[in-house]
Structure formats: structure tokens, C-alpha cells
């Protein structure tokens, strides 16, 4: 097992979650395969599954920073509009924006990057930094969701698919039930990546049902 070495100049939790990077056997075959993150596998997992990613689609990355999602999608063929409050250096066939999601201007820059034409995935793997406290984590995280969830029914072609990292127990049940009436089945999925001593999991609504007035 490896050791940080430097231990006494940085906080206990920072030493446990280098620790835990360094024996991480996710991050080191990410950088063995070339991928941005460990985050990769569990799109890469979540898709083996399910098989949401398909050649010629537009897919939307909320939370792209560094970009292990965004390689996955591209990599399948798929034409990737991202964004992230991080930099994040380029990947072919991805157009990235560097800006807050909560920004009012935020949704009309990814539609006007659409081109008008939709999404066929909206994906999301936001999340605040967390404070310990799971209750005020829980709610910080499910605003994202929420706020990811409003954009997506707004942009989902029909048939369309929405995905968001959720912690604790899940989706909220209003949140839930929404899913339940707007897409034809949602399930929740927690990847073999996703360390077990995670609460995070994946939410995931297929089969959208674009509303018409």
C-alpha cells in the first residue's frame, strides 16, 4: 500500500483521500488508458448496462471538469456541448464552456450551442463541495439535480435520456415522481467505480415524454 510521504504538511482528510487516490487501482488504469478521470468507468459501467450512448447523438455534460465524461461520450461518436465552473482542457469533438450552471445565461448558451436541434442526453455530474453534514449535502445536491432536471425537460428530444449523480438514499420522492410521469422508466444505479464507501449513485430517466401544449 502506498504512503503519502509529505503527510505532516497537510490536514488528516487530505492525507486519507491521497492515500486513497494512490491505491486507487480506478485511477491508476485511468491513466494507464488515457482517460481524464476515474469518472470515466462509471459512464463507461452505467452504459454497458444500459446502453444510453449511441453514435450521432448530442449530449449535454453539466459538471464536465476534467473531463472523463465528455471523453466517453466523444469517443462513442457522440457530439458533446459541456460545461463546468473548473478549466478544463479541450477534447476532440467537445465544445466546452468554462461558467456556473446556476448562471442565468448558463441554459441558453448550451440550447444556442445545440443549434436548435436538442439533446438526445442530458447528463450530470454535479456536485458542491461537501460539508460533512449529510442533511445540508442532500439538499445542496439535490438543487443541482433539480436545476439540471428543469434544463433537460426543456432540451430532450423525445426519447431523450437524463442522468445526475444523487447521494444518500436517492432521489428525493417529488423529485422521483416527476421522472415517473415525464420518461417511460427510471431507475437508480451505482456503478462498480463508485467507491463502496460512497453514498452517491446515478439516476437515470429514459424514454423521454416531451410535453406538448
Known sequence: MKKVTDAKKRKLSSNLWLE?????PYVAKAQ??????????????????????KSGQTVVDLGAAPGGWSQVAAKKGCRVIALDLL??????????FQ??????TAPEMLLDAMGGS?????????AHNTTGHKNTDHI?????????????????????V?????????????????????????????PPASRKDSSETYVVAMGFRRLTS
Do not use: C
Open 87 to 96: 478549466e478544463m482542457d479541450d477534447v476532440p469533438g467537445v465544445t466546452f
Open 162 to 190: 437524463f442522468l445526475a449523480k444523487v447521494f444518500q438514499g436517492g432521489t428525493e420522492n417529488d423529485v422521483l415522481a416527476r421522472m415517473k410521469k415525464d420518461f417511460k422508466s427510471v431507475k437508480h444505479i451505482k
Open 99 to 104: 461558467m456556473d450552471f446556476m448562471d442565468d
Open 32 to 53: 494507464a488508458e488515457g482517460w481524464r478521470s476515474r469518472a470515466a468507468y462509471k459512464l463507461i459501467e452505467i452504459d454497458e448496462k444500459i446502453h444510453i450512448l
Open 20 to 24: 486513497r487516490q494512490l491505491n486507487d
Open 118 to 126: 436538442g439533446a438526445d442526453i442530458v447528463m450530470s455530474d454535479m
Open 140 to 160: 445542496r445536491i439535490m438543487a443541482l439535480v433539480e436545476s439540471a432536471y428543469e434544463f433537460a425537460i426543456e432540451v430532450l428530444k423525445p426519447g431523450g
